[in-house]
């Protein structure tokens, strides 16, 4: 018994030496059986599933790397935005707060591009406007389509002539010249005047048709009254934030200037969400309010069918109008609510969107982030709200920003103090 340890031992020894000298005469056969099979699958390598069921993958080194489609034209650039959660807005409410990053646009970076691109391609399929001919768009506007057509027009071989009210903020029309625009700012003046902004560039697209002696033809976009402004909101954002929210949104709230986003966006969800909200953000001056909440076209500064004073008494740029728009009413039976944002109000908004999330955003986003947060607060936590960010703060700098003022070190903002805030005006 004592010397079966010892006995163990040394046959393991042994063992060890025996397998050691197979090994040395079988390793050949065993490297040559396994460089031959390598080198068979290597010659049926990218070729998918084999016969027999065996999967060979391909070798992309040898094959080269994949190529994507590449975007033709800057105008291929417009739409496809990002979706994103506003983090502080989201965390105040208990509700997520989806913000589509219209701003990102590849064109002059607003929801504009979508309309100036949808305005053109409709002009040209029906044989209105025709490329690299001297052909030129006329268009009124505070900005932001006329940014968007100058950069579309430049892209599709057009000139842009655009017709902008004076008091919009100047670095507005400083951009529109350095993209080749021609501009004509206009006083103030409400839409019975001729020489309202875009009563005159429907006079200017007519003469320039009506003049032999000059070079191609004159278009009126006609952003207000065109459909192919809530069509291209149809076509391109609705689909884009139904597919981004999986189908699972409770709310949609939007400013309206030509009323196109609202319109097309609540034609294309209401259909597919029959119990979604969709909300009108108005800011202070506007008759829209009043239009959705009683059906009567009103602002506590005008009387219905006076409309001798400038458009909107407001500091925000881009929405609130007092008067009714095709594009509007094509979507207006489909509005559940408005929420009124006075200026304050969008002013506190926009600092606290740096403040909390480097948001630096326009006077219009502000508003839509105000009835945003309101919706939320009414419809309780664990609901989903989408609203649109619209252009970027740096086209307005001089005026809006200018008000708001610098955030500084500043990062105790309450909410309720930005919802609270009241208009001293």
Request: glycine share 12%; charged share 25%; hydrophobic share 35%.
């Amino acid at each position: 018994m004592e010397n079966r340890p010892k006995l163990y031992a040394i046959t393991a020894f042994v063992a060890g030496i025996l397998l050691t000298l197979g090994y040395k005469d079988f390793y050949p056969d065993l490297e040559w059986w396994f460089w031959r099979r390598r080198k068979a699958n290597r010659t049926v390598a990218g070729a998918g599933l084999q016969d027999g069921g065996q999967i060979n993958l391909e070798d992309h080194e040898k094959n080269g790397p994949t190529t994507m489609d590449v975007p033709e034209g800057i105008e291929a650039c417009i739409g496809n935005t990002p979706l994103f959660k506003i983090k502080s807005l989201s965390s105040e409410t208990g509700c997520d707060i989806l913000a589509k990053a219209e701003f990102l646009n590849g064109g002059g970076g607003s929801p504009k591009d979508r309309v100036a691109l949808g305005i053109i391609n409709l002009a040209e399929e029906q044989g209105l406007l025709t490329p690299h001919s001297g052909d030129t768009i006329y268009e009124g506007t505070v900005g932001s389509t006329g940014i968007s057509l100058a950069t579309v027009c430049r892209a599709r071989g057009y000139l842009a002539y655009i017709c902008m009210p004076s008091d919009q903020a100047t670095e507005k029309s400083s951009l529109l010249l350095k993209l080749g625009a021609v501009v004509e700012r206009v006083p103030p003046a409400p839409i019975v005047d001729p020489m309202h902004f875009v009563n005159r560039a429907r006079t200017l697209a007519a003469e320039h048709t009506a003049d032999s002696n000059r070079l191609g033809r004159g278009y009126f976009a006609d952003q207000f009254e065109n459909e192919a402004n809530w069509q291209a909101h149809y076509d391109g954002t609705g689909p884009e934030i139904f597919r981004q929210c999986g189908g699972n949104l409770d709310a949609f709230v939007a400013g309206a200037g030509t009323g196109g986003t609202i319109a097309g966006v609540a034609r294309y969800l209401k259909p597919r969400l029959p119990d979604v909200k969709i909300v009108l953000a108005d800011p202070q001056g506007s008759g829209l309010y009043n239009r959705i909440k009683y059906g009567v076209m009103f602002a506590t500064t005008e009387k219905e069918g006076t409309r001798r004073r400038s458009q909107v008494d407001t500091i925000v740029e881009g929405i609130g109008i007092n008067r009714v728009t095709a594009n509007f009413e094509a979507g207006r039976e489909l509005i559940d609510d408005a929420v009124k944002a006075d200026d304050e109000q969008a002013l506190a908004m926009a600092r606290w969107l740096v403040e909390k999330d480097g948001i630096f955003v326009g006077s219009s986003s502000a508003v839509n982030c105000i009835a945003a947060v309101k919706i939320a607060q009414q419809l309780g936590p664990g609901h989903r709200i989408v609203t649109i960010l619209c252009d970027s703060g740096t086209r307005h700098i001089s005026k809006f920003w200018t008000r708001a003022g610098t955030i500084g070190g500043k990062t105790d903002s309450k909410l309720e103090d930005v919802i609270g805030t009241q208009s001293q005006n």
